[in-house]
């Protein structure tokens, strides 16, 4: 048998799940493939289990496919063949599927797989000829009680609230364990020994282009092959992602919807990797481009969060104006709250836009006085510029005196007439708003409109042109179908109802969105 040299505990336990189907493939002869992440316990199980002087041990770190050589036999003997997940050479590969072929056909030879990884793809035309047991990578984790057993061993006595802890830290994973106890139940320092085990064990064993991609991908929790093509700058995404497969089960989910997630051991001990390997401007970079990448696919959310994390004033500050120029009704100013609040007020203080969007956001949290604030700074902006600023400025305040929640519906007549004169003679452009605030209703809607329907009729004659006008494409069909909300409630002819129902619903159709968004 070949020298074993694996980091090993002599307090060793047998998870029970793991055990019960080792021993079934025993029994029966069965070829057996075990996996699982680095130190969960895969050799340890074999060994412990094993009549060693009727079995052989290969690494395949260590040991090349023409240096096993084993006949057939006149009882029964097993073959242990470990570290499958380092065969990345093509040629080496293919020597050793013959030696596993030729393993599985002799007589009275129990043959047992060994990897970090699920059943490698260079295996499977051997998969469908031999019914293979496995024992994957849940199978070895610790129960509560098997790790309260473990750990009494070295004398370690905790609650059952601080053995949760403990055992939440690794999942049950028994180098997990074993670093605990030594680090006598100091959970930081646990975490970080795991981490420096896998870098030191696992990581340098890598060739550079794998340790790069997965330094690179760190820095977020889940990603597409898009995003990763962008942090790394590769275009062979796909093909690192299925190495690092080979190499070691490191993924929770494996390409789900197209989205990959590193698991959480993994990533911590990377980015401790990447904060040693790079530079701080190298590390930013990335999450400016990760933020980039998050802004294209028009989620602000995580586009904020990746800029935040080196204090990027400058693209937080592009990105909420980019925001507050949309409808609120596709806008994220709820969502995006606690970025808007935090904003100094001297930056606020310079973009109209960020002074409408903050004036808006804080009417929506009902926070009137601070919403006040701000248009009357608005106000004093559009009499001190001219030019652009003014007119954005001014088309900003329009927008509000429009949409601002608490300001209610008086004097919207005279406010909706003047807009229609302020818009024919160019002297402001009204920026998209929401008629309804994404509400089912329009009489009812951002605003409380049920007053106008005692005088619907008389309303929709008097401004329905210059509603229609000012609102754009926001407008078209509106007062049809206000009309057709007005006449349902009042109770009115069913056929009436559904006439200005077809009628706002062919006009909005003619480049109206009221029609496709809210209907």
């Not at 954005?392 to 007439?417: C, F, Q, V």
């Amino acid at each position: 048998m070949q020298k074993i040299v694996k980091f090993t505990d002599d307090k060793y336990i047998c998870p029970q799940k793991a055990i019960r189907k080792f021993r079934s493939a025993k029994k029966l002869c069965t070829p057996l493939y075990l996996y699982g992440v680095t130190g969960i316990g895969k050799t340890s199980l074999v060994m412990h289990n094993l009549n060693m002087k009727c079995c052989s041990y290969y690494s395949a770190s260590e040991t090349s496919a023409d240096q096993i050589k084993i006949k057939e036999q006149s009882a029964e003997y097993t073959v242990v063949l470990d570290d499958l997940q380092n065969l990345t050479d093509t040629t080496e590969r293919e020597n050793y599927f013959e030696v596993i072929r030729k393993l599985l056909s002799l007589n009275n030879v129990w043959l047992i797989l060994i990897a970090r990884c699920p059943f490698p793809r260079w295996l499977l035309p051997l998969r469908t000829k031999y019914i293979f047991a496995e024992i994957e990578e849940s199978d070895f984790l610790f129960s509560l009680d098997e790790q309260i057993t473990y750990l009494e061993q070295y004398d370690i006595h905790l609650t059952l609230e601080e053995h949760q802890k403990a055992w939440n830290l690794g999942g049950g994973n028994a180098l997990s364990l074993l670093f605990f106890v030594m680090e006598k139940g100091n959970l930081e320092l646990t975490q970080r020994r795991q981490w420096d085990y896998l870098e030191t064990h696992v990581y340098d064993r890598w060739d550079l282009e794998l340790q790069e991609f997965f330094m690179d991908i760190s820095i977020v929790e889940t990603f597409t092959v898009g995003l990763a093509s962008m942090l790394t700058g590769r275009s062979d995404v796909e093909k690192l992602i299925f190495r690092a497969e080979e190499v070691g089960n490191f993924f929770d989910i494996r390409g789900t919807d197209g989205i990959w997630k590193c698991r959480w051991p993994m990533r911590k001990s990377m980015q401790q990797r990447l904060r040693r390997k790079r530079s701080i401007e190298q590390i930013n970079h990335l999450y400016y481009t990760a933020g980039l990448y998050y802004e294209l696919e028009e989620k602000p959310l995580e586009a904020l969060s990746m800029y935040e994390k080196y204090n990027d004033m400058e693209s937080i500050s592009r990105l909420l104006i980019s925001n507050a120029r949309k409808n609120p009704s596709v806008g994220h100013f709820y969502e995006l709250r606690k970025y808007y609040l935090k904003l100094q007020e001297e930056l606020i203080s310079r973009s109209p836009v960020l002074m409408a969007g903050i004036s808006l956001l804080q009417s929506m949290l009902m926070n009137i006085e601070e919403s006040n604030r701000w248009y009357h700074q608005l106000e004093k902006f559009a009499e001190e510029h001219s030019g652009s600023m003014g007119k954005e400025a001014r088309s900003r305040l329009l927008y509000l005196k429009i949409s601002l929640p608490h300001t209610g519906t008086a004097n919207m007549i005279d406010l909706l007439k003047n807009a229609d004169l302020l818009i024919h003679n160019k002297k402001v452009v009204l920026p998209e708003l929401s008629v309804t605030s994404n509400l089912p209703s329009i009489m009812n809607g951002g605003k409380d409109f049920c007053e106008w329907s005692k005088r619907d009729t008389e309303l929709a004659l008097m401004i329905g042109k210059s509603v229609e006008f000012v609102l754009g494409k926001y407008g078209k069909g509106l007062v049809s179908l206000a009309l057709a909300e007005s006449y349902l409630e009042k109770g009115k002819d069913i056929f009436e109802i559904f006439s200005k129902v077809e009628k706002g619903r062919m006009d909005a159709g003619r480049g109206g969105v009221c029609w496709n968004r809210f209907l």
